[in-house]
C-alpha cells in the first residue's frame, strides 16, 4: 500500500549482507513518472516485448492481491526486454491501474503520456519515454520469472520504491 512509511536505505542497511538472494536492488536506470513517488507490495509479473496486450488486460482487473497479512495492492512489474521503441505503458493503461488499485507498475521499457502519466495516483517507474504504442499482437506471458536490469523477481516477490531506489525482498520487509 502506498501509505506505508518506509525507507529503501534502511532496508539495504539492515540486508547489506545479504548473500542468499532473497534480497536484492534494482539498480538506478529508471524515472519516475506516476504521481506517487512512494509505493509497495507483492509482485505481479509479465514478460513482454514491444507488446503490451497482457499489460494492458491485467491492469484492467484489481489489483488487489491476497496475502498472509490480508488483500494488498500489487506492483506490476513488466519485463519489456529494456526496449526504448515502444511505450508499454500510457495515460489510459495507467489510469485503469489507478482505478483498480494497483500500487505500482514498474517497466523495463517504456511508458509514453507523461502528463496524464504524473495525474494518476500509482506509482509509475520506467526507463524513458516514447510517443510510439507497441502493436497489440496478444503476446506475452504473465506470472513467470523476469529478469530486470539483471535483477531476478518472481511473482509474490516483495518491491518498495521510494525517492532513494526499488529494492525487492522474497518476503515482506515491514
Not at 524515472?31 to 496486450?53: H, Q
Request: aromatic share 6%.
Amino acid at each position: 500500500m502506498s501509505a506505508i512509511k518506509f525507507s529503501t536505505c534502511d532496508f539495504c542497511d539492515t540486508h547489506k549482507s545479504d548473500t542468499s538472494g532473497h534480497f536484492r536492488v534494482l539498480p538506478p536506470v529508471f524515472r519516475d513518472f506516476g504521481a506517487l513517488s512512494s509505493f509497495c507490495g507483492p509482485v505481479v509479473t509479465v514478460k513482454c516485448y514491444e507488446d503490451n496486450s497482457v499489460v494492458k488486460a491485467i491492469l484492467e482487473s484489481s489489483g488487489l492481491v491476497d496475502t498472509p497479512s490480508g488483500l494488498q495492492s500489487a506492483v506490476l512489474v513488466v519485463d519489456g526486454g529494456g526496449s526504448l521503441r515502444r511505450a508499454l505503458v500510457g495515460g489510459l493503461i495507467g489510469a485503469s491501474a489507478a482505478r483498480n488499485g494497483w500500487a505500482g507498475v514498474v517497466v523495463d521499457g517504456c511508458v509514453r503520456d507523461a502528463a496524464e502519466l504524473a495525474a494518476h495516483q500509482v506509482g509509475i517507474r520506467a526507463l524513458g519515454l516514447i510517443p510510439m504504442p507497441t502493436d497489440r499482437k496478444n503476446q506475452g506471458q504473465r506470472d513467470v520469472e523476469v529478469h530486470v536490469q539483471g535483477v531476478r523477481i518472481v511473482p509474490g516477490d516483495w518491491l518498495y520504491a521510494d525517492g532513494d531506489g526499488m529494492v525487492v525482498s522474497s518476503m515482506p520487509l515491514i
